[in-house]
């Protein structure tokens, strides 16, 4: 059964890379919706660099979570990060992402025992625009350790555009991470009956996996539709074909 | 007496004109490019709050503007706002394609019924007749089936307000430019005005977009949408902008559209900025994240070998990213007849300029492998591969007959290490050197090779 449903767990670190002849938006959505339906009051922060909010909402819809009313009665949080990086950035700033830290760790100062679910979406854009490396890269640190603080799940989201050749802001978020799923396109390009692949590896930061790993050799298989995704293993295509 | 009310219709705001709502998602409002094939691949048109980049990466043709004229003449001819980016606005507008025919443009509110326009399927017409001058003989089975399309048809009425039919060989009236203005529907925004500091080129130009689209807003009892075309990003105009900062202007781009939900923009680099040259590893990649729709459109010109396989074409159209501002799945995998994502995998595309209009097709093989082509020998770039090899064989003539064998095989050596790492030329027309085969050096048979010419009677030919 996939996606684990465990996973993304407290206290941990998902790093989801794609492709973009297979993004994962679907999984970022999937993740959000089942957080929302497990529990009616755990909350969430979504920290969105590229993508507006109204598109969230209306893929929630689809799947039957009211995103609009979360975000009012503000169980979900959510964050645009461009508005707290380009003040700084246009101020020639030291610290183009350190009012971004501020502003998330503000919206995480409650005192909560209850599931928060932190998703940042997407680290690789904020490298593009011109912050360095270096720079991006402590601003995932520090996330990734004020999430482990307050026993929230993170999830990073990076886009990989060398396939094969991993770059070195990359390598910097694999060491923080404890699992990373990877979704690429299937090698025979794009069909309409399966959408791309994902695989689970364990991150360096884990010692043990706590759930069922998938490698690439054997990677689940996922097919979008109007709703939502479904999986199915390779070779099989039992409910979808 | 049935008390039966009809539902009044739902208040919604009505579309603005030129837009309707997309067939895959009611919240989506698409508007056309101006091409109708292109509007295709796009899954009915481009939606409001997206944006749109071609990258043409060959430099000696300019089929990524030629998109961007047909965006901006879409956008006046159907009543639309349009604010051009460039530093000579003017020039750019009145290159711009324009509908045959009836030369004043209808106002905003009545309908293009008076317009006279020749219809597409009469030069599609005499473009089919040279190819169809012999009648092929298909079996009778399949004699009802429908001829095969490469292209959307485009000449149904009621897609007329949607999407006009442009003629390249008419221009824009300047009395039409001028209207417009006068409307206040064409906007300008130069980007090397006041030539203040050239590092801050792009966030001055966001900020007058910005302005521009926040009174558009405003004015609330206007309707109509907005479309800002940039036909060349990073131009010498805009100084020397780095990859960064092309990536942020087009992430800043985007979110500002977002934000004005009735706008939508086209944008197009010049070529030396579309390759990985100058982006680094994975520009192009980097360059589909970051906006919503983007297309390349690699030209052949540069390429005689790619020129003469696809004949009928000018170039591939490699699809990155396809707009799905509401949806997971972008609209054009189910509705895009071009791409044919619902039957099996997804079709090849190419685009070819006619004299009247741009047309984005599917890419197929001709029948028998290509039009002059009959494959007996490898192809073409392995035979040019092995000119450098041949060039050997024939300096070696003149020194195999003086020479005894087993010096004339060291010879032989030495001149195909001198003669190889030389730049490959054309295949030469050569028949094999017959001397050849009395030296005892065991050598590699040298392929027999035809000059492929079309008007000459083929060799192979019974």
Redesign the interface.
């Known amino acids: 059964m996939f996606p684990p449903s465990a996973l993304p767990l407290p206290g941990q670190v998902l790093l989801i890379t794609d ?2 002849l297979a993004p994962a ?2 999984l970022l ?1 999937r993740f959000l919706s089942d957080h929302l339906k497990e529990s009616k009051h755990s909350p969430a922060l979504l920290v969105s660099v ?1 993508e ?1 909010v ?2 969230w909402k ?2 929630a819809g ?1 799947s039957n979570v009211s995103l609009a009313a979360h975000v009012d009665s503000g169980l979900v949080g959510v964050i645009d990060a ?1 508005a707290h990086v ?1 003040p700084a ?2 101020n020639d700033g030291q610290r183009p992402l350190r009012a971004l830290f501020y502003a998330v760790r503000h919206k995480l100062d409650y005192p909560s025992d209850k599931k928060t679910l932190v998703i940042l979406d997407d680290v ?2 904020l490298e ?3 912050i360095p490396v270096e720079e991006v890269a402590r601003f995932a640190r520090v996330l990734c350790a004020l999430c482990r603080q307050r026993n929230a799940s993170l999830v990073l989201r990076y ?1 990989v ?2 396939p094969g ?1 991993p770059d070195e802001l990359f390598k910097r978020l694999l060491q923080l991470s404890n699992y990373h799923m990877d979704v690429c396109p299937l090698s ?5 009956s399966v959408s791309g692949q994902v695989a689970l590896h364990l991150g360096p930061a884990s010692a043990e996996p706590e759930c069922p790993l998938v490698s690439r050799n054997a990677a689940v298989h996922y097919r ?3 709703s ?2 479904m999986f199915f293993d390779r070779g099989t295509g039992n409910s979808v074909l | 007496m049935s008390a039966f009310k009809r539902r009044t219709t739902s208040k919604q705001p009505p579309l603005p004109s030129g837009t309707r709502p997309s067939p895959g ?1 009611p ?1 989506t409002t698409i508007t056309s490019s101006g091409i109708p094939s292109l509007d295709d691949i796009l899954g009915g048109g481009l939606p409001l709050s997206c944006s749109l980049l071609t990258l043409a990466p060959d430099a000696h043709s300019a089929y990524g503007e030629l998109v961007v004229k047909y965006f901006a003449a879409q956008g006046l001819s159907c009543g639309q706002r349009v604010c051009v980016v460039d530093s000579r606005p003017d020039s750019f507008l009145s290159e711009c394609m324009w509908i045959p025919g009836n030369n004043v443009p209808p106002a905003p509110s009545t309908n293009a019924s008076g317009l006279s326009h020749t219809t597409p399927a009469e030069d599609e017409e005499d473009e089919r007749a040279s190819e169809h001058d012999t009648k092929i003989k298909i079996a009778w089975r399949y004699e009802q089936m429908k001829q095969f399309q490469t292209t959307v048809q485009s000449t149904s009425q009621s897609t007329e307000d949607f999407c006009r039919t442009f003629d390249l060989t008419y221009r824009i009236p300047d009395a039409t430019i001028a209207a417009t203005r006068a409307e206040g529907r064409f906007i300008e925004v130069k980007p090397d005005e006041n030539n203040s500091d050239v590092s801050s080129l792009c ?1 001055k130009v966001l900020r007058r977009l910005s302005e521009i689209l926040s009174s558009a807003d405003a004015d609330a009892s206007s309707n109509v949408a907005t479309r800002i075309c940039i036909p060349a990003l990073g131009s010498y105009e805009w100084g020397d902008l ?1 990859p ?2 092309i ?2 202007f087009l ?2 781009l ?2 500002l559209l ?2 004005h939900p009735r706008a939508c923009a086209a944008v197009c680099m010049p070529p030396h900025l579309c390759q990985e040259a100058f982006g680094g ?3 192009v ?2 360059l ?3 906006t919503d729709a983007s297309i390349t459109l690699a030209a052949f010109t540069a390429n005689p070998y790619l020129t003469a396989m696809f004949s009928s074409h000018h170039g591939l159209v490699h699809v ?2 396809l707009p799905a ?5 972008p609209p054009s ?1 189910k509705f895009s007849t071009l791409r044919g ?6 079709n090849n595309l190419a685009f070819k300029c006619m004299r009247k209009r741009l047309i984005f097709e599917t890419l197929h093989l001709d029948v028998e492998g290509g039009v002059s082509e009959r494959r007996t020998t490898p192809s073409a770039n392995s035979i040019a591969a092995e000119a450098g090899d041949e060039h050997a064989h024939d300096n070696d003539h003149g020194s195999a007959g003086t020479q005894p064998g087993s010096v004339a095989a060291v010879q032989v050596q030495l001149e195909q290490t001198q003669i190889a790492p030389s730049a490959p030329e054309q295949p030469v027309k050569s028949a094999p050197p017959a001397e050849k085969t009395d030296t005892a050096v065991k050598k590699v048979k040298i392929k027999k090779k035809v000059g492929f010419i079309s008007d000459k009677p083929d060799l192979y030919d019974f």
């Open positions: 492709e973009l938006d679907f959505h590229s507006d109204g598109r209306s893929i689809r461009m380009v950035l246009e690789a854009s593009w625009i011109g886009h555009v060398t050749e025979s390009g794009r069909s309409g979008l539709t109007d939502g995704s | 998602s919240a966030r780095l960064s900062d990536c942020c992430h800043s985007r979110a977002r934000r590893a994975g520009w990649q980097k589909g994240w970051l990155h990213s501002p509401h949806t997971l799945l995998d994502l619902t039957s099996s995998g997804e």
